[in-house]
């Protein structure tokens, strides 16, 4: 397990289902991040993820973002001047979530 | 014991023995001696005990050295002797000893054995202490005896003679009556001691010192006949003579034959006569002549030597005390003997005189109430003045010639009473209300208590009436306010007179003395103190003539009450016959009315008026007297010439002195209240009155009397009665003397009025008690408010100025201490203003005490100049040690503050376009958080030329609220004041002068900041590169702040071929100078590495550049060139301390091979070169001294040190391990070295890695290349890029490199060079390119170019190759 990845419903301070990722997301562990967005997404318009305390997040793990992006409003709370904000921002991630 | 005996070497006496020819002794030549007595000699010879040996049955004698000298004249004959032939006179003693001994008896032993002994020409007297111990041959035969004895003559005389001067010293306590007794006592004594003294004559000389008497003597014929008949004054006359006139004894001989038919032997030691004697003088203290001779005979049994002379010298002494108590007991009885005379024939002559001063008194009174009462020729009313005065004293002498009669005659049994029977209360009430107006006179009361008698007494009227008078006059004279009680009453047969007053009363101890003749109370409280002291006694004397007592109970202060108690029927007036005169009453109580009522005149006190021809050029005069007429007398005689100022006692003279300070003081001795001489002490006390020159005038005559009023200080002495004449003589030279003094006083007065300085002069109590016009210009105190007694006005409110006070408290308390010293103290003007004074003072003992003079100078200006000066000082040197524009500006105003005395400061630079400004002193902020009064201030100062200062005045223009003042064009500096501080004019001029100071010190240092940036670009420049090959760090700690250039220096240089040449050097020194040195060898170094030389050819060649460097001698220099390709690395050390090479995995070594000299040190040496393996991610550390040379630590605990941090941190990237070792290394409290170090990473060999191609397997691939990057000192942020650009291509390849569903391994390769990583993943699989949908398949991709510089993919046949570079910063 390269990364824990938990959702809480109506954890974050909107009220809305918080998704928390740390450690690192790559190809072997992307469908767990699918699970738990799904999960979250099921009875929710808006799902906050967190992505703070994720250390690495590859192709795969935007592939699953780009993939609820479209059902959902996703919501990325994401840490300047790290890799992940760096590759949420060169996968043009930032035109279909909000970033925060 | 050898056969042979070897005698010469055993002192004299073995020489002695070896010499003497023994064949002809009875023990036979001396090679045939027995062994016996070989071993005896060679026993008793070398000892330095007195030893005898007595040989054979003759006794043979031989002995050693130490025992010689008891034979005296015996030796040398005695050696060889029989001891019977030797001691033939003690041989009746001491042979029976030997006999016995001989015979085989036990050993003897004799102690202090009295010997007569003729071993020096006399029989002598010794004392010996000995013992005879046989020597037995091998058969226990006796062979001979052995003699160990000691000669105790010496000390057995000394004890005894000891024991006759303490016996001599008893008789000094003995109580004798005369020298002559004296003389036998100490002869009593010495005839105990004939063995010492056989004889012995004392002689006395008569008064006139010509004859000498025989007083004492024993053991010569008794009487002084006979001794003069047998000792010839021819023969002792000369010697007494001699000895009278040097006072030292003398030995006189040749009396043998003289003597010896007076001479009486006792026998104790032998019956020969004396021939010599001694003659001592006998002395007493206190009397200078010689008194008389003491003649001892001196035994003949002994010679006279040092022991005898200091015996006779110790009896002497003993001698001398004996007559010195004698005489003084003498004296003394007859001292007392010639008192008990005098008293005798005082009396007589009290007698006598009374009775032969009744006649001229008489004569004198007569005719002066003759002519008073003459109506034919009436006096003229001055003449009259005279003559009452004249009949008043005579009736008073009279009245005192009367008493000493009477007393002469009571004693003499010639006073007997006229008795009357009268009516004693009517008497006493008679008596009482004649002397009524002296009481009532005296302003006292008067009250009488009368008891009816019982029956008439029987008393001599006049006698009572002395009784009553005298008890009368002594209350009222001894009353000064209060009043007297006189009462009579019965007391079964005795009638009681009490006389009770209020008065001063008498000490408890002279109540026993009250009623003795002559005798007087002591005290100075009477009205007057006039008086014989025999008043009371003659009382007593009248009463017991009654037959009865008088007593008296008194307290100090509480009065007295004097108790008479006589029978109404005496026996004495029964047996004397009844006076029938009885109502002739005498003019006594006229008498004794008169005296007291002139007390009472003295009580109102002549007020000492002004004459109304007052002439203020006349000398005053005052006159101190208690005696009415004495005083109106001595004005009489004084007013001609002088103004005359009357005071009637001490008290009232001292104030009159104080008002009107008088030429003179005329005083009596005696006074009540306060008399003569607590008057002179008084007006000697009071420095104003100290000089007036004091004349007592005394009727106690004498030079006694003279002496005492003398030595108070008085300046002259007259005794009554005095002559006119003699007066006004006394009082002229006096006043003469006083008007001198006073003239000197004015002189000093204009004198010191003259000085420029203030003068004072102060007494002991602190109290200034003058001063000149200069020091009331001064203090603004003048003269009029004389004396200033501390706490002085001018002192500061301890309150209010504690600071002040404090100073001059100081100043005040060392001067009590140390009686001089010179301050400069603040004092406070009488307006109010503070100025400095500079105080010198001295001290002089006066007769009141330590009196102070001192002078004054006003140096307030001389002071603030003093300040100004070190104010400038102190803000010079706090400027000095300021660098930059912030620390002048802080240390100016920090100065500035306290010189002002400001309670704030601002100083502040405008903001230029190069920097932000600068303020300093405001609370916080900048320039927009200024208060707008001081900003507008210091706005408005700036545009002011320097050394210009703008005031802002208080509120309503009191006072200044501030100061500002231009420092540049830019910048200026504000002090501010609290409410209603005033700021002098010299307080400006001084703050303009700082503010100008500060300001050249800002000039100073802007320039220098200029100059700093200069040097730091400059030494930036020399330094060291600042882009450096991946893998290093490097670090510069110079010693010299601010400086950042210094002696060391690190390089770093890309050589051909990846070779990389490192350098760290160490030049002699800091500073500018060795940073000069520093950057010629850095740059020779760097071309000689460039040019292609291993490290030692580097260093040698380097050693010819140091020889054309001043300064470049003995630098050390680690020279290294690493080839990272092949993991090895070349080094050099030119007396530098060692590399240290730490590996991965732990451990750490010391580069110590191929070390030599210093640089420049030896041209010709040879350097060496060694190399050293660079495993994985080995590190090096290149350092110079300073950051392991510690003071007191030895260099190699410091490079263990470094080594051991090196090798605990070989995993941290080389920057952070450069920091470590700065952080671990180097003391907190600052380095005093530069320190240059260069860490090296040797590079992680490039990375190679398989992972099979599953998807679990990219994060432990992650993990690895993270490992490699940050081993390659890849910062964190390339690394994290790098990491998911290989990962994408990682997960491509897992993801679609297989078609066939196995797993194929993924190779990832990685490597750094030249600034680059190259990286590179390689499949079996095909790559699929992006296809339409951007979606996410082709994402992974387009994050690989996003991140990676060059993004390449290599499809090929047998896989795809994904090629990948990023350029990385160091």
């Keep these: 397990m390269t990364a824990r990845i938990t959702s809480r419903p109506a954890a974050d301070p909107t009220g809305s289902p918080l998704v928390v990722v740390v450690g690192e997301v790559d190809l072997h562990n992307a469908a767990e991040l699918h699970d738990a967005l799904a999960t979250a997404a099921s009875n929710a318009e808006r799902v906050v993820v967190d992505l703070t305390k994720t250390e690495y997040l590859d192709s795969a793990g935007i592939r699953v973002l780009f993939a609820h992006a479209g059902r959902v409003r996703l919501e990325l709370v994401v840490e300047d001047n790290r890799i992940v904000s760096s590759v949420v921002v060169v996968s043009g991630l930032t035109a279909l979530v909000d970033v925060r | 014991m050898p056969g042979k005996l070897s005698l010469t070497s055993l002192g004299e006496m073995g020489s002695a023995i070896a010499g003497k020819d023994w064949a002809s002794t009875p023990i036979g030549p001396i090679e045939q001696w027995p062994r016996g007595l070989r071993t005896a000699i060679s026993t008793c010879l070398p000892s330095r005990i007195p030893m005898l040996l007595w040989w054979g049955p003759t006794l043979v004698q031989l002995y050693n050295d130490a025992y010689q000298p008891f034979l005296g004249d015996k030796h040398p004959a005695s050696l060889g002797q029989p001891a019977a032939e030797c001691w033939a006179e003690a041989w009746h003693e001491l042979g029976p000893m030997a006999d016995g001994v001989l015979a085989g008896g036990e050993a003897t032993y004799s102690e202090n054995q009295l010997l007569f002994i003729n071993r020096h020409g006399y029989l002598e007297e010794t004392y010996w202490t000995f013992s005879y111990s046989p020597i037995l041959d091998d058969d226990g035969a006796v062979q001979g005896i052995f003699v160990a004895t000691s000669d105790t003559t010496r000390r057995v005389l000394s004890e005894r003679r000891l024991r006759t001067v303490r016996e001599l010293g008893a008789v000094s306590t003995t109580e004798v009556g005369s020298a002559a007794e004296a003389c036998r006592a100490v002869l009593d004594v010495l005839a105990g001691h004939r063995t010492d003294v056989p004889f012995a004559l004392a002689h006395l000389f008569d008064d006139d010192g010509d004859d000498a008497a025989l007083v004492a003597s024993y053991g010569i014929a008794a009487d002084e006949d006979a001794a003069s008949a047998v000792l010839p004054r021819a023969l002792v006359d000369p010697a007494l003579r001699e000895v009278a006139t040097t006072r030292s004894p003398r030995l006189i001989s040749g009396l043998r034959e003289h003597v010896a038919a007076g001479f009486e032997a006792d026998g104790a030691l032998g019956s020969a006569v004396p021939d010599q004697a001694m003659v001592l003088p006998?002395?007493?203290?206190?009397?200078?002549?010689?008194?008389?001779?003491?003649?001892?005979?001196?035994?003949?049994?002994?010679?006279?030597?040092?022991?005898?002379?200091?015996?006779?010298?110790?009896?002497?002494?003993?001698v001398s005390t004996a007559l010195t108590d004698a005489l003084a007991y003498v004296a003394e009885r007859e001292r007392s003997a010639a008192l008990a005379e005098l008293d005798r024939a005082k009396s007589d002559f009290f007698a006598n005189v009374s009775h032969e001063l009744r006649t001229p008194l008489t004569l004198i009174a007569g005719p002066a109430a003759d002519a008073l009462a003459d109506t034919a020729a009436p006096l003229l009313p001055a003449q009259r003045q005279r003559l009452e005065l004249i009949q008043r004293n005579a009736r008073l002498l009279r009245r005192l010639v009367d008493e000493l009669l009477d007393f002469a005659r009571i004693e003499a049994g010639g006073l007997q009473p006229r008795f009357s029977v009268i009516d004693l209360a009517e008497l006493t009430r008679e008596i009482t209300e004649s002397f009524a107006p002296a009481v009532l006179r005296a302003g006292l009361g008067l009250e009488v208590d009368w008891s009816e008698l019982s029956r008439p007494a029987v008393v001599d009227v006049d006698m009572w009436e002395k009784i009553l008078l005298n008890l009368l006059s002594n209350a009222v004279k001894y009353t000064p306010r209060g009043g007297v009680r006189v009462s009579l009453a019965q007391d079964g047969d005795h009638?009681?007179?009490?006389?009770?007053?209020?008065?001063?009363?008498?000490?408890?101890?002279?109540?026993?003395?009250?009623?003795?003749?002559?005798?007087?109370?002591?005290?100075?409280?009477?009205?007057?103190?006039?008086?014989?002291?025999?008043?009371?006694?003659?009382?007593?004397?009248?009463?017991?003539?009654?037959?009865?007592?008088?007593?008296?109970?008194?307290?100090?202060?509480?009065?007295?009450?004097?108790?008479?108690?006589?029978?109404?029927?005496?026996?004495?007036?029964?047996?004397?016959?009844?006076?029938?005169?009885?109502?002739?009453?005498?003019?006594?109580?006229?008498?004794?009315?008169?005296?007291?009522?002139?007390?009472?005149?003295?009580?109102?006190?002549?007020?000492?008026?002004?004459d109304d021809d007052a002439d203020p050029a006349r000398a005053v005069v005052l006159v101190v007297e208690d005696n009415v007429d004495m005083r109106g007398l001595l004005t009489r005689l004084l007013r001609p010439h002088y103004r005359v100022l009357l005071a009637g006692d001490g008290r009232a003279g001292l104030a009159a002195a104080r008002e009107h300070r008088p030429d003179l003081v005329l005083s009596d001795v005696m006074m009540p209240e306060l008399d003569g001489l607590g008057l002179l002490h008084a007006l000697r006390r009071d420095p104003t009155t100290a000089a007036i020159p004091v004349v007592f005038l005394s009727a106690r005559a004498g030079e006694d009397a003279a002496v005492v009023g003398l030595d108070a200080g008085a300046d002259d002495y007259l005794p009554k009665p005095f002559s006119t004449h003699e007066l006004i003589a006394r009082v002229r030279a006096n006043v003469e003397l006083s008007r001198l003094r006073r003239g000197e006083a004015e002189f000093r007065r204009a004198l010191v009025d003259s000085l420029q300085e203030g003068f004072f002069v102060a007494d002991h109590t602190g109290a200034i008690v003058e001063i000149n016009s200069a020091w009331a210009s001064i203090t603004g105190y003048g003269p009029e408010s004389l004396p200033h007694l501390a706490p002085y006005p001018w002192l500061?409110?301890?309150?209010?100025?504690?600071?002040?006070?404090?100073?001059?408290?100081?100043?005040?308390?060392?001067?009590?201490?140390?009686?001089?010293?010179?301050?400069?103290?603040?004092?406070?003007?009488?307006?109010?203003?503070?100025?400095?004074?500079?105080?010198?003072?001295?001290?002089?003992?006066?007769?009141?005490?330590?009196?102070?003079?001192?002078?004054?100078?006003?140096?307030?200006?001389?002071?603030?100049?003093?300040?100004?000066?070190?104010?400038?000082?102190?803000?010079?040197?706090?400027?000095?040690?300021?660098?930059?524009?912030?620390?002048?500006?802080?240390?100016?105003?920090?100065?500035?503050?306290?010189?002002?005395?400001?309670?704030?400061?601002?100083?502040?630079?405008?903001?230029?376009?190069?920097?932000?400004?600068?303020?300093?002193?405001?609370?916080?902020?900048?320039?927009?958080?200024?208060?707008?009064?001081?900003?507008?201030?210091?706005?408005?100062?700036?545009?002011?030329?320097?050394?210009?200062?703008?005031?802002?005045?208080?509120?309503?223009?009191?006072?200044?609220?501030?100061?500002?003042?231009?420092?540049?064009?830019?910048a200026a500096v504000w002090l501010?004041?609290?409410?209603?501080?005033?700021?002098?004019?010299?307080?400006?001029?001084?703050?303009?002068?700082?503010?100008?100071?500060?300001?050249?010190?800002?000039?100073?240092?802007?320039?220098?900041?200029?100059?700093?940036?200069?040097?730091?670009?400059?030494?930036?420049?020399?330094?060291?590169?600042?882009?450096?090959?991946?893998?290093?760090?490097?670090?510069?700690?110079?010693?010299?702040?601010?400086?950042?250039?210094?002696?060391?220096?690190?390089?770093?240089?890309?050589?051909?071929g990846g070779r990389i040449g490192v350098v760290v050097g160490d030049c002699v020194g800091h500073g500018l100078a060795a940073a000069a040195v520093m950057g010629q060898l850095r740059s020779s170094c760097r071309a000689l590495m460039l040019r292609g030389g291993g490290p030692a050819q580097v260093l040698q060649d380097l050693d010819a550049f140091a020889e054309q460097i001043p300064g470049a001698m003995c630098t050390?220099?680690?020279?290294?060139?690493?080839?990272?390709?092949?993991?090895?690395?070349?080094?050099?050390?030119?007396?530098?301390?060692?590399?240290?090479?730490?590996?991965?995995?732990?451990?750490?070594?010391?580069?110590?091979?191929?070390?030599?000299?210093?640089?420049g040190v030896d041209a010709t040496t040879v350097r060496g070169e060694e190399t050293a393996e660079l495993k994985i991610g080995s590190v090096l550390l290149l350092y110079t001294d300073g950051l392991v040379e510690r003071r007191g630590v030895p260099?190699?605990?410091?490079?263990?040190?470094?080594?051991?941090?090196?090798?605990?941190?070989?995993?941290?990237?080389?920057?952070?391990?450069?920091?470590?070792?700065?952080?671990?290394?180097?003391?907190?409290?600052?380095?005093?070295?530069?320190?240059?170090?260069?860490?090296?990473?040797?590079?992680?060999?490039?990375?190679?890695?398989?992972?099979?191609?599953?998807?679990?397997?990219?994060?432990?691939?992650?993990?690895?290349?993270?490992?490699?990057?940050?081993?390659?000192?890849?910062?964190?942020?390339?690394?994290?890029?790098?990491?998911?650009?290989?990962?994408?291509?990682?997960?491509?390849?897992?993801?679609?490199?297989?078609?066939?569903?196995?797993?194929?391994?993924?190779?990832?390769?990685?490597?750094?060079?030249?600034?680059?990583?190259?990286?590179?993943?390689?499949?079996?699989?095909?790559?699929?390119?992006?296809?339409?949908?951007?979606?996410y398949r082709g994402r992974g991709i387009e994050m690989m170019r996003a991140f990676m510089d060059e993004v390449e993919v290599l499809p090929g046949e047998g896989g795809t190759v994904v090629r990948m570079r990023r350029a990385y910063p160091a």
């Design chain 2, 976 to 1056: 501010g004041f609290p409410p209603s501080h005033s700021v002098s004019a010299e307080d400006r001029s001084l703050f303009a002068l700082l503010a100008s100071h500060l300001a050249q010190a800002l000039l100073r240092a802007r320039s220098y900041d200029q100059a700093r940036t200069v040097a730091l670009t400059l030494q930036h420049a020399m330094l060291g590169p600042t882009e450096l090959p991946p893998g290093f760090a490097v670090r510069y700690e110079p010693a010299v702040q601010p400086l950042e250039v210094g002696g060391d220096w690190y390089d770093v240089v890309p050589l051909p």
């Design chain 2, 495 to 610: 009638a009681v007179l009490r006389v009770a007053d209020t008065g001063v009363g008498v000490p408890a101890d002279e109540l026993p003395l009250l009623f003795q003749r002559f005798h007087r109370v002591r005290s100075t409280r009477g009205r007057s103190h006039e008086g014989a002291g025999i008043g009371l006694a003659l009382v007593r004397e009248l009463v017991a003539l009654h037959g009865g007592t008088v007593s008296a109970t008194s307290a100090e202060g509480a009065g007295a009450t004097f108790t008479v108690r006589v029978p109404l029927d005496s026996t004495a007036a029964r047996d004397a016959p009844e006076d029938t005169t009885a109502d002739a009453r005498s003019p006594l109580a006229g008498a004794y009315l008169e005296e007291a009522l002139r007390w009472s005149a003295a009580d109102e006190p002549e007020a000492p008026a002004e």
């Design chain 2, 1195 to 1335: 260099l190699d605990d410091g490079v263990d040190a470094t080594r051991d941090v090196v090798a605990s941190g070989v995993d941290l990237r080389p920057s952070q391990l450069a920091d470590r070792l700065l952080a671990e290394l180097l003391p907190a409290g600052g380095h005093d070295d530069d320190v240059a170090l260069v860490v090296y990473r040797h590079p992680p060999v490039p990375l190679r890695l398989e992972m099979p191609g599953v998807a679990t397997q990219l994060a432990p691939m992650r993990a690895r290349l993270r490992e490699w990057l940050a081993g390659a000192e890849i910062s964190e942020e390339v690394s994290d890029e790098v990491v998911l650009a290989v990962g994408e291509a990682c997960a491509n390849a897992v993801e679609h490199g297989y078609a066939d569903g196995r797993v194929h391994p993924v190779l990832v390769t990685a490597s750094a060079e030249d600034g680059a990583l190259e990286l590179a993943v390689a499949d079996r699989g095909i790559w699929k390119p992006p296809g339409d949908d951007p979606g």
């Design chain 2, 1116 to 1159: 050390t220099v680690f020279c290294a060139v690493i080839e990272p390709s092949g993991g090895v690395l070349r080094y050099s050390s030119a007396g530098h301390p060692p590399a240290v090479l730490g590996h991965a995995g732990g451990g750490g070594e010391l580069l110590e091979g191929a070390r030599s000299l210093p640089l």
């Design chain 2, 796 to 970: 500061a409110d301890p309150e209010t100025r504690p600071d002040l006070r404090s100073s001059q408290d100081e100043a005040m308390n060392r001067l009590a201490e140390d009686g001089c010293g010179d301050f400069v103290i603040p004092l406070c003007h009488r307006d109010g203003h503070v100025l400095w004074v500079a105080l010198s003072s001295n001290s002089i003992e006066g007769d009141g005490g330590r009196i102070f003079v001192g002078t004054l100078r006003d140096v307030t200006a001389e002071r603030s100049a003093a300040l100004r000066q070190s104010a400038l000082h102190g803000f010079a040197v706090a400027l000095a040690a300021a660098t930059d524009v912030t620390e002048v500006l802080d240390a100016g105003i920090a100065g500035l503050r306290p010189v002002l005395g400001a309670s704030s400061a601002v100083a502040a630079v405008w903001p230029s376009d190069a920097d932000d400004g600068v303020i300093v002193g405001a609370p916080s902020g900048g320039f927009a958080d200024l208060p707008p009064m001081i900003a507008a201030a210091l706005d408005d100062a700036r545009r002011h030329p320097v050394a210009s200062v703008n005031a802002t005045p208080g509120p309503g223009g009191e006072g200044v609220l501030g100061l500002a003042a231009p420092l540049d064009g830019d």
């Design chain 2, 282 to 318: 006998l002395t007493a203290s206190g009397h200078t002549g010689v008194l008389g001779v003491l003649v001892l005979a001196i035994s003949p049994y002994r010679a006279v030597n040092e022991d005898y002379l200091g015996f006779f010298d110790l009896v002497s002494g003993q």
